[in-house]
């Protein structure tokens, strides 16, 4: 079985075992780090879109087209993503995958706090929307060049044996921003309405430079990923990583989007879409829909990493095409609970679906796709084909949602949509290589 990782297993190790293992969790925490305050930033929109921006920036449409509007502003964030995953994972294939980190947390930390400040449409008019929109794109751009990059510098410095456990990891940032996004507007909300609508949405936006000042404290202490240090000694200066992805990894790269696709699809709809229809369609207050979500993301911070840990032991590839046949059949069920308008069977049908179904994907995911690209593409790949997945399934999930409901009334053509896109995952997981172990460990003394 051809193995990506095998340039990792020529790394002597230069230090004593401990110091070793030290670098390679500080690795994995810097890179955790990084991906919980973006997650946090990015995914603070997304709530805010379900609950104001549809009354701040678009108030001159009725109340289905300016939620549409909103969506379609959050969704261009997703759009962007993959122009992020382009840029930064060409530079981080070329010159480092620490340096992007460092810069795309800047450029998300900056965005971030610039939404907080946008005036509203009463204010400036039109420009309110315009600036809201340019600002998501920066937002998208630099998410596109962080999560690929995040779960590639903790899979490249993970010992031997547990490359699946150390890029789940990272994987918990979505979930823990997530949880302190719902967490904070879920507060605020409680706040008076005029309260919440003038001034009281935008503390989450401009909190977060304290978040990103700790991001980078953090990561400046972490240094490079061996494996891209051992490639970039081969390199010549033709190489061009994104036309070496595109000519020799054409099929990797369309597997990896295709495999990518039902999670997130089911993510967006369940931390967007569903905030928007629960609220206004099943008579739920917007705070027990929050809460309801915040459940499934507690639950995805333990889920993630065990089931990275049970990918290492039942072998990566294995375990995601398990549980892209578990989504499969569960999410008709799962999606009709959300619609019998019973607050505990959407308490519970959430939980499963993004502690469980979404996490039985995503926590696996960051081992899998790296062993399909070699180093010298693997930032370019791995984001781009996240990003690419991300724009596809979770860009358009809100916009779908919406219409199939205002056409069916129901949340059942929804959970066709997402099962059809598991269905897919199932064929082009079978079609992927096996994410074997190293063959001999970075840290070949033990751990």
Request: overall charge positive.
């Amino acid at each position: 079985m051809n193995d990506h990782f095998s340039a990792l297993a020529r790394v002597e190790t230069a230090t004593s075992p401990k110091p070793a293992l030290a670098a390679h969790y500080k690795a994995v925490m810097s890179a955790t780090a990084g991906s919980i305050i973006e997650g946090f930033d990015f995914i603070a929109y997304g709530t805010a879109a379900a609950l104001v921006f549809n009354r701040q920036f678009f108030p001159n449409l009725d109340p289905t087209n300016a939620t549409l509007a909103s969506f379609g502003a959050f969704a261009t964030g997703l759009f962007a993503r993959p122009l992020g995953a382009i840029l930064f994972g060409h530079f981080g294939d070329r010159i480092g995958r620490k340096s992007m980190l460092t810069f795309s947390l800047f450029l998300m930390g900056f965005s971030t706090i610039a939404i907080g400040l946008i005036p509203n449409y009463a204010q400036i008019g039109t420009w309110s929307a315009v600036l809201l929109v340019l600002l998501r794109i920066l937002q998208g751009v630099a998410l596109g060049g962080e999560m690929g990059g995040a779960v590639l510098m903790a899979v490249e410095h993970a010992p031997s044996s547990r490359a699946g456990l150390f890029g789940s990891l990272p994987q918990i940032g979505p979930p823990i921003g997530l949880l302190l996004s719902t967490s904070a507007f879920s507060l605020l909300t409680r706040l008076p309405e005029q309260a919440f609508q003038s001034w009281g949405w935008r503390v989450p936006f401009l909190a977060s430079i304290v978040l990103v000042l700790l991001g980078a404290f953090v990561r400046r202490r972490v240094g490079e990923s061996p494996a891209f240090e051992i490639a970039a000694r081969g390199r010549t200066r033709a190489d061009i990583p994104l036309w070496q992805l595109l000519t020799r990894h054409k099929k990797a790269l369309l597997l990896a989007i295709g495999a990518k696709l039902p999670e997130v699809t089911l993510y967006y709809v369940l931390t967007v879409f569903l905030v928007s229809y629960a609220s206004t369609r099943l008579g739920f207050s917007r705070s027990d829909v929050l809460q309801a979500v915040m459940m499934g993301a507690a639950i995805q911070i333990v889920t993630l990493p065990l089931f990275g840990l049970l990918a290492d032991r039942v072998g990566v590839r294995r375990f995601y095409l398990f549980s892209a046949i578990a989504m499969v059949l569960s999410v008709v069920p799962l999606l009709r609970w959300i619609d019998s308008g019973n607050l505990m069977a959407l308490q519970i049908a959430v939980s499963i679906a993004l502690g469980l179904n979404y996490a039985l994907l995503f926590g696996p995911q960051s081992a899998l796709f790296a062993a399909q690209f070699p180093v010298n593409v693997r930032f370019s790949g791995i984001s781009i084909g996240i990003q690419f997945a991300a724009a596809i399934g979770g860009g358009m999930a809100p916009i779908v949602a919406t219409t199939l409901v205002a056409r069916f009334h129901s949340l059942q053509p929804i959970a066709i949509y997402v099962g059809s896109l598991a269905t897919l995952a199932v064929l082009c997981t079978r079609l992927m290589k096996g994410a074997a172990p190293t063959e001999a460990p970075i840290n070949p003394q033990g751990e």
